[in-house]
């Protein structure tokens, strides 16, 4: 079991930044590829980012490059979604996922074998 918790969500302005923070609680994510997905009312699961805990590789949902980032604490075993220039169809809530490296692709949610309860994100216009 990978016991993964977010926080960070919250209510911003278009325009505005947060930060979402996933963290694992007594356990290392070495070995593991940490991704972020989000959800919107209605709509599917949706990638948003990954970054393999060990070589530091990161990818990014096409629509969300150059305004967010992920990131990682080794020390605190937390990993960071950075989100810049929010719009409004950015509201969602974000969940943080976990898999094991290679294998089954980073960009799809089924890959992924352990999930966050989810932070409510909400960008105001």
């Known amino acids: 079991q990978v016991p993964l918790v977010e926080s960070g969500g919250g209510l911003v302005q278009a325009g505005g930044s947060l930060r979402l923070s996933c963290a694992a609680s007594?356990?290392?994510?070495?070995?593991?590829?940490l991704g972020w997905f989000r959800q919107a009312p209605g709509r599917e699961r949706e990638f948003v980012a990954a970054?393999?805990?060990?070589?530091?590789?990161?990818y990014y949902k096409d629509s969300v490059k150059g305004r967010f980032t992920i990131s990682k604490d080794n020390a605190k075993n937390t990993v960071y979604l950075q989100m810049n220039s929010l719009k409004p169809e950015d509201t969602a809530v974000y969940y943080c996922?976990?898999?094991?490296?290679?294998?089954?692709?980073?960009?799809?949610?089924?890959?992924?074998?352990?999930w966050g309860p989810g932070t409510q994100v909400t960008v105001s216009s």
């Open positions: 970054i393999n805990w060990s070589g530091g590789f990161t």
């Open positions: 996922a976990a898999k094991l490296s290679g294998g089954k692709p980073y960009y799809i949610a089924l890959s992924y074998d352990y």
């Open positions: 007594g356990r290392s994510f070495s070995g593991y590829v």
